[in-house]
């Protein structure tokens, strides 16, 4: 075993370890917002290291850029997938608003409705038109 | 390398484990779509995975594949969601 292999051997390790973290997060986070938080660990550091670790060991042969171009791939597409999906999930009201420390989106909420009650129900209506 | 790809694959497969509890259980649509994303992020770094310690490329289009079909379809059920909060505000009795 030389020294690149233990590298790639580590890199390897790293990125199945963020996939675990990614179920960890997943199941036991409250909302739709704190499992997108959890399951975009190993969308971006776990998908690096691990096409780090092969690039490592496959450096040499044909079709090694395919696992570069994965990379840079995914490092374009997570943030346009989690915008949307959490824009989607804001105007829904699968958010959790009791557990926000700021909502900037938030319209100031009328006096008597309290925010804690909007856990995770379906949409009532459209909160703000376009987009 | 035997042991890096035993730790590995028990890592990703108590991961994707974890990850399909969240999507048989989850509550609504779109902790499903980010479960669905995670899930195959697993897949495609376990597909990485078994290239980089076996030597075998043969499965390599397999991975641009899964990391193009991540994107294709959180995005096109992230749009139908949001279709149909669109239809809502046209027609609010047709709301389901």
Redesign the interface.
């Given at each position: 075993m030389t020294v690149a292999d233990v590298v790639a051997s580590v890199c390897l390790v790293a990125g199945s370890f963020l996939c675990l973290t990614a179920g960890l997060g997943l199941v036991r986070f409250p909302d739709v917002l704190n499992r997108m938080h959890a399951a975009t660990k190993p969308q971006v550091l776990g998908v690096l290291l691990v096409m780090t670790g092969a690039v490592i060991r496959l450096v040499g042969q044909p079709i090694v850029w395919m696992l570069v171009l994965v990379a840079v791939f995914q490092l374009l597409t997570a943030p346009v997938s989690a915008h949307l999906v959490s824009r989607v999930a804001y105007r829904r009201r699968h958010v959790r608003r009791d557990l926000l420390l700021v909502d900037e989106l938030g319209v100031p909420a009328p006096s008597g409705s309290t925010a804690a009650a909007r856990a995770d129900e379906p949409a009532e209506g459209p909160e703000r038109a376009g987009g | 390398?035997t042991v890096?790809a035993i730790?590995?694959?028990a890592?990703?497969g108590?991961?994707?484990?974890?990850?399909l509890?969240?999507l048989a259980l989850g509550?609504?649509l779109?902790?499903r779509?980010?479960?669905t994303?995670?899930l195959l992020?697993?897949i495609?770094?376990g597909i990485?995975?078994y290239?980089?310690?076996y030597?075998d490329?043969s499965l390599?289009?397999v991975?641009?594949v899964v990391?193009?079909l991540?994107?294709v379809g959180?995005?096109s059920v992230?749009?139908y969601?949001?279709g149909m909060?669109?239809k809502?505000?046209e027609t609010?009795e047709e709301?389901s």
């Open positions: - | 390398m890096v730790v590995c694959f890592l990703l108590a991961g994707a484990v974890l990850i509890a969240r509550p609504s779109l902790d779509v980010v479960s994303d995670a992020v697993t495609a770094c990485a995975v290239c980089a310690v030597r490329i390599e289009p991975l641009l990391a193009l991540a994107f959180s995005v992230a749009r969601i949001g909060l669109v809502a505000e609010p709301r």
